[in-house]
């Protein structure tokens, strides 16, 4: 397993933008599929994008399409995502995982797990 933590997040009044990153610990970083997944209060952890070990593939959430980007430097051990033209529904505690996986759509296909950065869309 990866140790991760997050740091970026902040409050960010509407179209705003903000990045996060996840710094990891372990030589295995580079084997991991990595993602970003988030859940707002009363809601279950959705995925937000994922990119593979060689950046190859990347998938993201219809609802974030176009306004973000998931980015790695497995020589830095870290993985990004740019968020842009931010909205109120992008509220939610912000979540890096690794996964063995190789399609990590779901919170459960999951291995490790940072301990989550806020993120508040307001005006």
């Known amino acids: 397993q990866v140790h991760l933590v997050e740091s970026g997040g902040g409050l960010v009044q509407p179209g705003g933008s903000l990045t996060l990153a996840c710094a990891a610990s372990?030589?295995?970083?580079?084997?991991?599929?990595m993602a970003w997944f988030r859940q707002a209060p009363g809601k279950a952890r959705d995925l937000v994008a994922f990119?593979?070990?060689?950046?190859?593939?990347?998938r993201y959430a219809e609802s974030v399409k176009g306004r973000f980007t998931i980015s790695r430097d497995n020589a830095k051990n870290t993985v990004y995502l740019q968020m842009f033209a931010l909205q109120p529904e992008d509220t939610a505690v912000y979540y890096c995982?690794?996964?063995?996986?190789?399609?990590?759509?779901?919170?459960?296909?999951?291995?490790?797990w940072g301990q989550g950065t806020q993120v508040t869309v307001s005006s």
């Open positions: 995982a690794a996964a063995r996986l190789a399609y990590p759509y779901n919170a459960e296909n999951c291995d490790s």
């Open positions: 990119m593979s070990w060689s950046g190859g593939t990347t």
């Open positions: 372990g030589r295995t970083f580079s084997s991991y599929t």
